[in-house]
T-cell receptor, first 112, second 113 residues
């Protein structure tokens, strides 16, 4: 079993929809949770960063962490065609914050 | 300013040859990371450096893989006696400080024939 599980998609939604992306994990030592966006043929770029449990909002993006369920989510409101990309969750422990463990990524397509 | 750069962008090599992949981090960034990303997968951690010191090499698949960062700036990932299973995108990232946001480079696509 992988430490981090993520549905690869693809997820196809119309413009303006609310998108929900999720990851589950098995290592209870994970304390830092990130979402990266990766456009085709590009490197990943950090979207959201959350420590421990709770919610964090940044514009149209909301990240949620539920440590009791070992489940994290990224919500995208009013999705745009420019949001079409692969979204990767990543996690690290407090004793090794530099070693990121990534999910497989979910490919999102937002059509006009 | 300039981001993380990697060279070459594409490398095709024959099985059994050695390859060296280069990463030039963002100027002033202390930490440097190497990942391998297979098609349709997320990046897989290989190793990382703080300044010139290799802190964690637990992700290196076997002893054919090695990395160095002798002056705390540019880093080289070397794969000896390449095998077809080594074919992947190799990505480098750097961060301003230990545990900080990692900025990824464009990657080197390695193909072993």
């Amino acid at each position: 079993q992988k430490e981090v599980e993520q549905d690869p998609g693809p997820l196809s939604v119309p413009e303006g929809a609310i998108v929900s992306l999720n990851c589950t994990y098995s290592n209870s030592a994970f304390q830092y949770f990130m979402w990266y966006r990766q456009y085709s043929r590009k490197g990943p770029e950090l979207l959201m960063y959350t420590y421990s449990s709770g919610n964090k909002e940044d514009g149209r993006f909301t990240a949620q962490v539920d440590k009791s369920s070992k489940y994290i989510s990224l919500f995208i409101r009013d999705s745009q065609p420019s949001d079409s990309a692969t979204y990767l969750c990543a996690m690290s422990t407090s004793y090794n914050t530099d070693k990121l463990i990534f999910g497989t990524g979910t490919r999102l397509q937002v059509f006009p | 300013g300039a981001g993380v750069s990697q060279s070459p962008r594409y490398k095709v090599t024959k099985r059994g040859q050695d390859v060296a992949l280069r990463c030039d981090p963002i100027s002033g960034h202390v930490s440097l990371y190497w990942y391998r990303q297979a098609l349709g997968q997320g990046p897989e951690f290989l190793t990382y450096f703080n300044y010139e010191a290799q802190q964690d090499k637990s992700g290196l698949p076997n002893d054919r893989f090695s990395a160095e960062r002798p002056e705390g700036s540019i880093s080289t990932l070397t794969i000896q006696r390449t095998e077809q299973r080594d074919s992947a995108m190799y990505r480098c990232a750097s961060s301003l400080e230990r545990g900080g946001e990692q900025y990824f480079g464009p990657g080197t696509r390695l193909t072993v024939t």
